[in-house]
C-alpha cells in the first residue's frame, strides 16, 4: 500500500480560498455554506472542510462522524477495499490524517469512543487499522508538518512499538511525543505531562527534573488555552498537588503560587469545553471572596458549569 500526494490539491485550495474564505472568513454561517456547495462540485479541499464541519460538530445533523468518514476519503482519493485501501495521488494531506485518526481511535478512545459504526473501518483488524494509520500519518508528515500526524504516530509505535520499523527513520513514542509538544500539539503535551505525573507519584529520585518537565508540558498546552491542562496547571499552582493516571497524588507545596494558579483556571475558561466547568468550580471555590460581591458573576459562572458539565454542577451547588 502506499499513500501519495501529487500536490493537486493546491490548486483546490487556492479556489477555496479565493472563493470561500477570501470573501467569507473562516467560520461565518456563509462561508461555511459556500463550503458545503464547493464540496459537492469535488473540490478535495472544500470536501476535506464540510467534513471537519460535520467532525467537529459545528453541523448540528445525526450520526456526524459516520457522514464525516467518506468525506475525508474523497478529499484524500483514498478508496478502501476488501483488501486493505488504493490512493489515487490526488488527495489533500491532512485528510490523510484524518483518516489515520479515525482507523486509530475507532471505537475505542477520544470523541470516537461512541461513534456510529463505520463498516470500513469495522471490517478491519486492529493490526490492519495501526499499519493504515501509520502509513498515512506518516504520508501527512512527508507533504506538511503536521504536529497532530506525529502524535499520532507516537501513539501507534507506543501501542504496536515493532511498527517503529516500518518508518524511513526510526523514532521511539517518546521522541513522537516530544516532536509533536515541541509543535505546540496540546494533546501531545498532555501526554507526557501526564506521563511525568506517574513517574512523580511513584517516587521519582531526580523528582525536581521531572516536577520541571510536568510543568513545561503543561504551560505549553495552558498557554495555548487547552481547557483540562489549564486547569490542571491551575490546581498544581493552587495546591501543589499532581495525580497520576491511577488517581494516587501528592502535593508539593513548595510550588504552590496562587496568582498563577487564577491565571490557569481563568485560561481555562477562554475557549471553554466540558474540563471548564471544572476551571470554573475552582474559581468558586478558591477564590470566593470574588463572588462575595458580585451575584451576578456567581451566576454567570454556574449557569455556564450547569451548560458545559451537568455532573460538575451538582458538585458547585453543594459549595
Request: charge should be negative; glycine fraction near 4%; aromatic fraction near 12%.
Amino acid at each position: 500500500m502506499k499513500i501519495t500526494c501529487n500536490n493537486t490539491y493546491k490548486a483546490d485550495e487556492q479556489i477555496l480560498n479565493e472563493t470561500v474564505f477570501d470573501r467569507y472568513g473562516y467560520s461565518s454561517p456563509s462561508a461555511e455554506r459556500e463550503i458545503i456547495c464547493m464540496a459537492f462540485t469535488g473540490n478535495r479541499a472544500a470536501l476535506k472542510s464540510y467534513a471537519d464541519l460535520l467532525f467537529y460538530r459545528k453541523v448540528n445533523c445525526r450520526n456526524n462522524y459516520r457522514k464525516a468518514f467518506p468525506l475525508y476519503c474523497k478529499a484524500a482519493d483514498i478508496t478502501f477495499t476488501g483488501e486493505g485501501i488504493t490512493c489515487g495521488g490526488n488527495g489533500t494531506p491532512l485528510a490523510f490524517y484524518f483518516i489515520g485518526y479515525y482507523l486509530v481511535n475507532y471505537k475505542c478512545e477520544s470523541i470516537l469512543k461512541k461513534c456510529e459504526t463505520i463498516d470500513e473501518i469495522e471490517n478491519l483488524t486492529r493490526q490492519e487499522r495501526l499499519e493504515m494509520a501509520l502509513d498515512l500519518a506518516v504520508a501527512t508528515i512527508r507533504a506538511v508538518r503536521s504536529p497532530a500526524a506525529v502524535n499520532l504516530i507516537g501513539r501507534i509505535i507506543n501501542e504496536c512499538p515493532i511498527l517503529a520499523d516500518r518508518l524511513d527513520e526510526k523514532m521511539s513514542s517518546e521522541e513522537c511525543f516530544e516532536d509533536a509538544a515541541e509543535g505546540g500539539y496540546v494533546y501531545a503535551c498532555n501526554n507526557l505531562a501526564a506521563k511525568e505525573a506517574d513517574i512523580i507519584v511513584r517516587g521519582a529520585d531526580d523528582i525536581n527534573e521531572h516536577v520541571n518537565s510536568f510543568i513545561h508540558y503543561l504551560t505549553i498546552s495552558a498557554d495555548r488555552y487547552e481547557p483540562y491542562a489549564a486547569n490542571r496547571l491551575g490546581l498544581f499552582y493552587m495546591t501543589g498537588e499532581i495525580r497520576s493516571s491511577s488517581g494516587d497524588t501528592v502535593h508539593l507545596h513548595d510550588y504552590i503560587n496562587i496568582p498563577f494558579a487564577k491565571k490557569y483556571f481563568l485560561k481555562a475558561t477562554v475557549y471553554p469545553d466540558a474540563n471548564s466547568a471544572w476551571a470554573y468550580f475552582n474559581l468558586i471555590k478558591y477564590f470566593h471572596k470574588d463572588y462575595d460581591t458580585n451575584i451576578e458573576l456567581l451566576n454567570e459562572h454556574m449557569e455556564c458549569i450547569k451548560q458545559l458539565n451537568p455532573a460538575v454542577y451538582d458538585i458547585a451547588m453543594e459549595l
